[in-house]
């Protein structure tokens, strides 16, 4: 939706961000004896010294003082201002200020035009469907969770055709069955490439809006469960010990290949690849190698992956942790995921609150944690997921909360103890 003045409002697809920059053309000074030009102290042209007997800022041209940039020009001995702004100096040198071409200013328009998915992962797919319009009216895009039991179901199709004709784009976000890990690491490579392989090929004939496949990269159950499990307890150090046993280079080299092959498969179906996963695997990145990803069994240095995202995720780590995680979490990591990875990031965000204690208690949370991923300069930005969204008749408010307006926020404990925490580690991985 337009407004009155042709701009997207703030529930259309688009939401625009005018930074206005201001750049300034400045003609340099002529000097008839062959004074320098701008931006520094005027000087003679065969190089000697400022004229003593000229103002400051000017120049003495061959035994005639030129007048400096940046103040008004008179001429040294203090007469009047000439009537086009040019002081006259001797036979003629003139300032900066001569045939009205200075500080002409030109207004520079940089729109920043943010986009916006939500994640649906914990309802079926025939209850996403009733929320895609209202979606499609908040210019929210999907990022659809699709596991083996929904392949070549009429809800997939009613789903993906629903979103289409809504305008909503969709990514494919193949998952695995619970019991097999759910997610994609080393362990369960194997099986991912199978899945996202008929993931794809299941929506072939399909009327879809899918552009983009989603590679889910975490550490699959039940290691993940037995890590966190360490972290809960406070024995950081076993959890520790847990982590560095996933060691095998020789055996990640052989992942990154099997990633890659998953990504070309996502290329030669004509989707872009992202990779979704970790925030603090990108702490790995500082030291050039991929120690932390082996340990952590997921591979993403090395991969041509078209887009990143990174689920910096408050409540959760906070509950799993138990460090306190603010939106200094995403903003951190959102500035370091721009700095190696530039405009082909996103930041995700959650969690909106489910069955359980996890979760946002309020909107404003989110709001906070979409003003500090702004801040961060990302602009794609996605939160999970659809079922915390709709929970208790706010989705509305909930959807609004995307359109929180940049804002940096105050750093917290939690965020430093995370980066050194890996970065730990990371300096154990590179000892011999």
């Not at 992962?121 to 009733?130: G, K, S, Y």
Request: proline share 4%; charged share 20%; glycine share 10%.
């Amino acid at each position: 939706m337009q407004n009155e003045d042709g701009w997207e409002d703030g529930m259309g697809r688009k939401v625009a961000l005018m930074v206005v920059a201001w750049s300034t053309a400045l003609v340099g000074a002529e000097c008839g004896g062959g004074g320098q030009g701008m931006g520094e102290v005027l000087r003679p042209a065969d190089g000697g010294a400022q004229d003593d007997g000229c103002l400051a800022g000017t120049a003495d041209c061959e035994g005639d003082c030129c007048q400096g940039m940046g103040e008004v020009l008179r001429p040294a001995d203090g007469g009047a201002q000439d009537e086009l702004g040019s002081a006259e100096c001797g036979d003629g040198c003139v300032g900066a200020q001569d045939e009205l071409d200075v500080a002409e200013h030109e207004e520079v328009v940089t729109a920043v035009e943010y986009s916006y998915s939500i994640k649906a992962d914990n309802l079926d797919l025939a209850e996403v469907v009733p929320y895609i319009e209202a979606l499609a009216g908040h210019g929210i895009d999907l990022f659809l969770c699709v596991r083996p039991w929904h392949l070549g179901t009429p809800e997939l199709a009613a789903c993906l055709e629903t979103a289409a004709s809504g305008g909503v784009e969709v990514r494919l976000w193949p998952l695995l069955d619970w019991n097999d890990g759910s997610w994609c690491c080393e362990d369960t490579l194997d099986l991912c490439l199978e899945h996202i392989g008929a993931a794809m090929d299941s929506i072939e004939g399909l009327v879809h809006s899918v552009d983009t496949v989603v590679v889910n990269m975490e550490l699959a159950h039940p290691k993940i469960d037995e890590f966190k499990a360490m972290v809960a307890s406070g024995d950081l150090a076993a959890a520790e010990e847990y982590i560095m046993a996933n060691r095998n280079p020789e055996v990640f080299i052989q992942s990154q290949a099997k990633v890659q092959a998953i990504v070309d498969a996502i290329h030669q179906h004509g989707y872009l690849a992202m990779v979704n996963t970790y925030p603090f695997i990108m702490d790995d990145f500082a030291d050039g190698d991929t120690d932390v990803q082996d340990v952590a069994n997921v591979p993403v240095a090395g991969i041509s992956w078209d887009m990143y995202s990174f689920t910096a995720y408050t409540t959760s780590y906070t509950a799993d942790i138990g460090f306190q995680f603010g939106p200094y979490y995403p903003y951190s990591y959102g500035q370091l995921a721009k700095e190696l990875f530039g405009e082909s990031v996103e930041i995700a965000v959650g969690l909106l609150p489910h069955d359980d204690s996890t979760g946002y208690a309020s909107p404003a949370d989110m709001q906070a944690d979409v003003a500090a991923v702004k801040s961060a300069g990302v602009a794609s930005i996605s939160a999970f997921d659809l079922e915390g969204m709709t929970n208790g008749g706010n989705m509305d408010e909930w959807a609004e909360a995307f359109l929180a307006p940049p804002e940096v926020p105050a750093p917290d404990q939690g965020t430093a103890l995370m980066h050194l925490f890996v970065k730990d580690i990371d300096a154990k991985l590179n000892l011999p």
